[in-house]
């Protein structure tokens, strides 16, 4: 069942603490079209997420206007599903496209 997220962040701590196993790789889907798709994993630092963004498209150059829709996929196929109300302003627009800090953006619960 899907659930609406407080931000990025406590959603893939939730799909960590259910088990789910790394890496993930997230598809992340504007109500506007506009999605990223990433890959994370522990870095050089253990128990320190990393990412990378695999591919993402933006139309009219526009970001992630909300409903945000989320899906993770864990390395033995689980799925889990979730959305964020928005992303606010000040966190989109990375130099990548994405928001410059995926682990913020913002939701309800």
């Not at 962040?9 to 598809?27: K, N």
Request: charged letters at 20%.
């Amino acid at each position: 069942m899907e659930q609406c997220w407080i931000d990025f962040d406590e959603f893939l701590q939730d799909a960590l603490f259910e088990g789910l196993r790394l890496p993930f790789h997230v598809a992340v889907c504007a109500s506007n079209g506009a999605m990223v798709f990433c890959r994370f994993y522990y870095g050089a630092q253990d128990h320190v997420l990393d990412s990378d963004v695999l591919t993402e498209y933006h139309p009219d150059g526009s970001l992630f206007p909300g409903p945000v829709t989320l899906l993770l996929v864990d390395s033995a196929g689980t799925a889990k599903l979730g959305s964020l109300e928005q992303l606010t302003a000040s966190e989109e627009g990375g130099e990548d496209g994405m928001p410059s800090d995926v682990m913020g953006a913002k939701g309800t619960t």
